[in-house]
Nanobody
Framework: QVQLVESGGGLVQAGGSLRLSCAASGHTFSSYTMAWFRQVPGKEREFVAAISWSGGSTDYADSVKVRFTISRDNVKNTVDLQMNYLKPEDTAVYYC????????????????WGQGTQVTVSS
């Protein structure tokens, strides 16, 4: 399985931007569909965005569409999430995840997870 480490979280004011990055170990990174999920304490983890192994296909939750952009670099073994026009309701722990299956919003299909990075958006 690929090992994942997120970075880039922090505190930002509403309307601001953050860029999350997920570094993957392993030489088969380009075989994986990658995704970002987020979780607020006491709530279920929710899908944010996914990108196909080639980067040619992406999917976004309606709540982040237009504001967030997922991208990947199969040479650097990284997947990023550019978050613009952040809202207080975007506050959560953000997780990077990987699967060898096609892109899905179902977290159960993702077998590799990072440790998470906290994003806090103040109003």
């Amino acid at each position: 399985q690929v090992q994942l480490v997120e970075s880039g979280g922090g505190l930002v004011q509403a309307g601001g931007s953050l860029r999350l990055s997920c570094a993957a170990s392993g030489h088969t990174f380009s075989s994986y569909t990658m995704a970002w999920f987020r979780q607020v304490p006491g709530k279920e983890r929710e899908f944010v965005a996914a990108i196909s192994w080639s980067g040619g296909s992406t999917d976004y939750a309606d709540s982040v569409k237009v504001r967030f952009t997922i991208s990947r670099d199969n040479v650097k073994n990284t997947v990023d999430l550019q978050m613009n026009y952040l809202k207080p309701e975007d506050t959560a722990v953000y997780y990077c995840a990987a699967t060898l299956l096609p892109a899905s919003r179902n977290e159960r299909l993702y077998l590799s997870w990072g440790q998470g990075t906290q994003v806090t958006v103040s109003s």
